[in-house]
């Protein structure tokens, strides 16, 4: 999936088709005046669903809307979050979004905040077995948000709230929960991806990191331990398997292979210098095995893990095939 400076796809998940503009109106707004792809996700709706609900999705600018099941709300009464995150999953995964947006678990400004925490909560299982980022959006301000202040915006969803007959206050805030920084790469929602300045820095940064990781482990690689008489060479593995998870972890901590690839850089230049005859005619890296696996390996680990395709983690086929005999959106073509 490419992103350029933003999501282009962005799917909206509510409980009922009020909370559109009730919950999400300016969030929405905004993203459609940006250029991106809009859609709703309905989890309850009515089958004789009214013109109103219409002309405020026109309103808002909503690209397409689904209903998981049109049944009045009745489902809320007896669903469990992680039944209803089964068809959300599958919705997810037939959908395609690059990043999901729903209610925050508290203060969201829901017409039903008892049915929005239940959303909230099969969204997060949700979008964590999709492999999606997952928003949050709420009614007052939070910690790491970003407050949704286009007049533009505020204007369309003031009106959208009109439509209803609603006058409640109209703020609105988007956020990412905490726990889903530390599990799933951040994908900027507005803002985009990091700028020119930020990638020279962490360009900078990881090459002076892998030096000095190749520094060390060049240093050291040579090192064995002798145990009941069998000579472990401690140096080399230790040498091979920090140097795979320096290089993993850049490439799974950043959305961009820009880090991991600096380190690489840096690692296999610094080895390479100091594989050079040193004054005096010191040789850190001899011409021996470990030498020779020093030398080599370190390159094939980066070809291995910064060459690697970057893949989104997606539900497994079992759980897919399970989940979506259920998913009333089954197989929508929205494309």
């Known amino acids: 999936m490419t992103v350029k400076d933003r999501a282009q796809r962005v799917l909206v998940i509510v409980s009922r088709p009020e909370d559109e503009a009730a919950v999400f109106g300016a969030t929405i707004a905004t993203l459609v005046q940006r250029g991106t792809e809009l859609i709703v996700l309905s989890c309850s709706g009515s089958p004789d669903s009214s013109a109103i609900d219409a002309s405020v999705r026109e309103l808002l600018g909503i690209t397409a809307h689904h209903t998981l099941r049109e049944d009045s709300g009745r489902q809320f009464s007896s669903l469990t979050p992680r039944a209803l995150a089964a068809d959300l999953a599958a919705a997810i995964t037939s959908l395609k979004p690059d990043v999901v947006v729903s209610y925050a678990s508290s203060n969201s400004g829901a017409t039903q905040p008892t049915e929005a925490l239940l959303v909230h909560e099969a969204s997060a299982l949700a979008t964590e077995l999709a492999g999606v980022p997952l928003y949050t959006a709420s009614s007052v ?195």
């Open 141 to 335: 301000p939070v910690d790491r948000g970003v407050t949704v202040s286009s007049a533009t915006a505020i204007a369309i969803k003031r009106r959208a709230r009109e439509m209803y007959g609603d006058e409640l206050p109209v703020g609105e805030n988007i956020a990412t929960p905490v726990e889903y920084l530390r599990r799933l790469r951040r994908r900027e929602l507005v803002i985009g991806e990091r700028s020119s300045v930020e990638r020279v820095v962490l360009a900078v940064a990881s090459t002076a990191v892998g030096a000095l990781v190749g520094l060390v482990l060049t240093a050291v690689h040579q090192s064995a331990i002798t145990i009941l008489g069998a000579r472990i060479p401690w140096g080399i593995i230790a040498a091979l398997a920090l140097t795979t998870a320096l290089v993993l972890g850049l490439r799974l901590i950043y959305d961009t292979r820009v880090a991991a690839s600096f380190a690489s850089l840096g690692v296999l230049l610094m080895s390479a210098l100091l594989a050079m005859s040193m004054p005096g005619g010191t040789i850190l890296i001899p011409a021996n095995v470990v030498g020779y696996v020093w030398t080599f390996a370190p390159v094939l680990i980066v070809l291995l893990v910064v060459g690697w395709p970057r893949v989104n983690r997606q539900a497994s086929m079992s759980s897919r095939d399970n989940i979506e005999l259920n998913s009333p959106v089954k197989g929508a073509d929205i494309s």
